[in-house]
């Protein structure tokens, strides 16, 4: 089963809103990253955020990390048409046996122009 | 372009069959892993090999293994194919083996479809 549990499963907004997406996890953590993906393709690595940190900023996305409730959220600010695609959060625990990382099911965002 | 290639894009096979797919990860990279991503399971993660030996295992079945060869390209091979195992096979590479440098960098999936 998927150590993750994303929020909202599904967020539809109009290009210029902010989008806020949630994970939420199981186990410590090292790291937890974020990648996106477009229908059917490939991820893309967006953001990691240590342990140790609490915010961190690329570009229009700021990541938040609370380890006491094992959450992290996504912010991408003035959205564009183009950020229609699907998020992941996707975590390496702290015991990690090598580099696995254990992806959440997804929020799928959809911006219209 | 992630850097990362998988072969091929698609495969339509049968119940029972055997197939092989290829992944080359980016120049440098020494990680390879395989993610299997459908409707109901999501992505899980099935297998990682670190420059050529197997590093950490997932969920994935007997009936699948991979390999990574010494060139660093990986193949994961499916067998005794069921319809379930219809999904998008995806291989990602990484700079190192651990928690550190697991920024994964993801091909663009290989779709198997078992008829």
């Known amino acids: 089963s998927q150590q993750g549990e994303e929020d909202p499963q599904a967020l539809s907004i109009q290009e210029g809103e902010n989008a806020t997406m949630n994970c939420s996890y199981k186990t410590s953590i090292n790291n937890l990253q974020w990648y996106r993906q477009n229908s059917g393709r490939g991820l893309v690595h967006l953001i990691l955020i240590r342990s140790n940190e609490r915010e961190k900023h690329s570009g229009r996305l700021r990541v938040t990390l609370d380890t006491s409730k094992k959450s992290s959220s996504l912010l991408i600010t003035a959205s564009r048409a183009a950020d229609t695609a699907s998020y992941f959060c996707?975590?390496?625990?702290?015991?990690?046996?090598?580099?696995?990382?254990?992806f959440g099911q997804g929020t799928e965002l959809s911006v219209k122009p | 372009d992630s850097g990362v290639t998988q072969t091929p894009k698609h495969l339509i096979t049968a119940t029972g069959q055997r197939v092989t797919l290829r992944c080359s990860p980016r120049?440098?990279?020494?990680?390879v892993y395989w993610y299997q991503q459908s409707l109901d399971q999501g992505l899980q993660f099935l297998i990682q090999?670190?420059?050529?030996?197997?590093?950490a295992k997932g969920n994935i079945l007997e009936r699948f293994s991979a390999q990574q060869f010494p060139d660093l390209h990986s193949e994961l091979n499916l067998s005794s194919l069921e319809l379930g195992d219809s999904a998008l096979y995806f291989c990602a590479s990484s700079e190192g083996g651990g928690v550190a440098k697991n920024i994964q960098y993801f091909g663009a999936g290989t779709r198997l479809s078992v008829l």
């Open positions: 120049s440098g990279d020494l990680s």
């Open positions: 996707a975590t390496a625990a702290f015991r990690n046996q090598g580099g696995k990382l254990i």
């Open positions: 090999y670190y420059n050529g030996e197997e590093r």
